[in-house]
């Protein structure tokens, strides 16, 4: 499945993941509390050492709400800022787990990594500006400028918001050894 970068308004991807992160943590400590609470008055020693349960609760209470946040929680209208940003990370992590391999084929000028890069490089500008990283920003804006003018020149596309999973493929057999 392709990933596709989207315009969104810092500010907003903001407050909306403050809001969702707000909405979790209640739900994770409203649960922390109930299953802590229970496992003490059903299991627990007046006046003891009730650790142990209080423990288990909170433990249960973080399962549950990961479980929660996984399987019902994502596909909230209220989540989708928070989940487009965790979509975001990961495709771009997909891109730096192979970038061995992304700068290998640059020398050589293989035109999926020069995509991939270039998807990369916009990718995480956006990040960095959805969470307000804006002397990371700088510093990224030098080799994303670099690599624009190159891909210019080759007469190629340089809106590369789309991350092809093909270009992954590709960039890992061409830069593999022979």
Same mark, same amino acid.
């Not at 890069?117 to 990224?140: P, T």
């Given at each position: /499945? /392709?990933?596709?970068?989207?315009?969104?308004?810092?500010?907003?991807?903001?407050?909306?993941?403050?809001?969702?992160?707000?909405?979790?943590?209640?739900?994770?400590? @409203?649960?922390? !509390?109930?299953?802590?609470?229970? #496992?003490?008055?059903? $299991?627990?020693?007046?006046?003891?050492?009730? $650790?142990?349960?209080?423990?288990?609760?909170?433990?249960?209470?973080?399962?549950?709400?990961?479980?929660?946040?996984?399987?019902?929680?994502?596909?909230?209208?209220? !989540?989708?800022?928070?989940?487009?940003?965790?979509?975001?990370?990961?495709?771009? /992590?997909?891109?730096?787990?192979? /970038?061995?391999?992304?700068?290998?084929?640059?020398? #050589?000028?293989?035109?999926?990594? !020069?995509?991939?890069?270039? $998807?990369?490089?916009?990718?995480?500008?956006? !990040? @960095?500006?959805?969470?307000?990283?804006?002397?990371?920003?700088?510093?990224?804006?030098?080799?994303?400028?670099?690599?624009?003018?190159?891909?210019?020149?080759? #007469?190629?596309?340089?809106?590369? @918001?789309? @991350?092809?999973?093909?270009?992954?493929?590709?960039?890992?057999?061409?830069?593999?050894?022979?």
């Amino acid at each position: /499945m /392709m990933f596709q970068i989207k315009a969104c308004n810092p500010q907003t991807y903001r407050k909306q993941t403050r809001r969702s992160t707000l909405y979790i943590a209640a739900f994770f400590v @409203l649960l922390a !509390m109930l299953f802590s609470t229970g #496992a003490v008055l059903q $299991f627990g020693t007046p006046g003891g050492d009730n $650790f142990r349960l209080n423990l288990a609760g909170v433990i249960a209470a973080l399962l549950l709400t990961i479980a929660v946040v996984r399987y019902q929680f994502w596909t909230q209208p209220w !989540m989708a800022a928070a989940v487009y940003g965790w979509q975001l990370k990961r495709n771009l /992590m997909s891109v730096t787990n192979v /970038m061995h391999h992304v700068k290998a084929g640059m020398q #050589a000028g293989n035109p999926a990594a !020069m995509q991939l890069l270039r $998807f990369y490089h916009l990718g995480l500008a956006q !990040m @960095l500006e959805l969470d307000g990283n804006s002397s990371a920003l700088k510093e990224a804006q030098h080799d994303s400028e670099q690599h624009k003018a190159r891909m210019l020149e080759l #007469a190629m596309d340089t809106e590369q @918001l789309q @991350l092809d999973p093909e270009w992954l493929v590709t960039v890992k057999q061409f830069a593999a050894p022979h």
